[in-house]
């Protein structure tokens, strides 16, 4: 499998992150979403994923997955064990609903191509955009301090689906200088998430395609 | 079971569609976007889901679910009959991934309350919204016509978790009047869900708290 990717991305990294954890390895090729106007926006990404987002996964046969979720659920059914959902469907309601609060009412609102669209058709500044992200992330993270248990990770003593969506969304809170001290649930669990292994692994700094570019990617 | 629903919210749109598709029967309780400032604002509800945010469903010892599609994944579970989600890894991945094209990429962007901070505080006026509006809706669109195969439904002869998710942006973009005529294949998806009595049962105009109410809800 072949896994397109992009160090900074959210999506990206909660996909390496699953990746990590169930052990599964895969072949990356980089999409840069700054150089160039974006690799995403090239013909040849955007025939494997029209949406023009990464990250995407592009099976031996040719079929590609896109949507981080829907390919760590793809991944769930692929190696079962360790378990990124679990078995009993109201803890897997919760997991999902948490890993959904992020996924669908939080990162995509801080996401590159709505913070240029800001930038560019409203012509918003640099404190808008701040207070932008701020109050996005915030929210988001208040309604998942809300929504999860820590022991430590967001559903007990293993990480899944939450913890993975919640790990990318704390990194981009820390990028971006949005304040953590109102939610001590999150960050019990990013504290144990940065100790753990497949999260060191999975994270934007440790990839291969890490760089210094400028700009703010998503 | 008890469902917070809204008539015009197309996350509880998507549940109510499940729920019809399934053939479970639940009590309702109606949660008014707009009415007194917001119901989903107030500490009764927020009790419930701290997201403040339709659908959430309660179970009967007093658990309640949140975030549409978690829902949706935990009525498969509990009658897993007709599939909503296909048993086939790759065809379940790239079903999930059209509906969170949807629900993560389309829909939070042009919801309510990030109309209402366009226009309280980033200062935008009508056009400006409808603008924005459009740009947003039209991208998601355009990505799910490159995503789906419909047949006549978007991955086969009978709905599932794509549909669920496709009915209610097609309700949303024919309400602020975004044009679907680059997009021949949802126009098919959406010709075979407005025949189909489940969807015909969920939709909007035919919930008991469908009103007039002015203004712009999601």
Redesign the interface.
């Known amino acids: 499998m072949l896994l397109y990717d992009y160090f900074r991305s959210s999506a990206a990294f909660r996909v390496r992150i699953a990746l990590a954890l169930k052990g599964i390895a895969v072949e990356r090729r980089f999409v840069h979403l700054l150089r160039g106007g974006g690799e995403q926006k090239q013909p040849d990404y955007l025939r494997r994923n029209?949406?023009g987002?990464v990250p995407a996964l592009e099976?031996d046969d040719g079929?590609v997955?896109?949507?981080s979720?829907?390919?760590i659920?793809?991944l769930e059914?692929?190696k079962p064990e360790p378990r990124l959902i679990p078995d009993d469907?109201?803890c897997?309601?919760?997991s999902?609903?948490a890993?959904?609060?992020i996924?669908?009412?939080t990162?995509?609102?801080g996401n590159l191509r709505?913070v240029s669209?800001?930038e560019t058709?409203?012509h918003?500044g640099h404190d808008?955009i701040v207070?932008?992200r701020t109050?996005w992330a915030t929210l988001g993270l208040?309604?998942l301090?809300?929504?999860i248990r820590p022991a430590p990770f967001c559903f007990g003593r293993e990480p899944n689906i939450a913890d993975i969506c919640l790990a990318p969304q704390v990194f981009y809170a820390e990028r971006f200088g949005v304040p953590l001290d109102a939610f001590p649930k999150l960050r019990t669990v990013a504290a144990a998430c940065a100790q753990h292994p497949a999260f060191v692994a999975a994270h934007p700094a440790a990839q291969p395609d890490a760089d210094q570019a400028p700009g703010q990617a998503p």
Do not use: F, M, S
């Open positions: 029209p949406q987002l099976l079929v997955l896109t949507q979720l829907a390919i659920e793809y059914a692929l469907p109201v897997a309601a919760q999902r609903a890993a959904l609060a996924a669908c009412d990162h995509p609102l709505v669209y800001l058709e409203l918003q808008a207070n932008w109050h208040a309604a301090e809300g929504l």
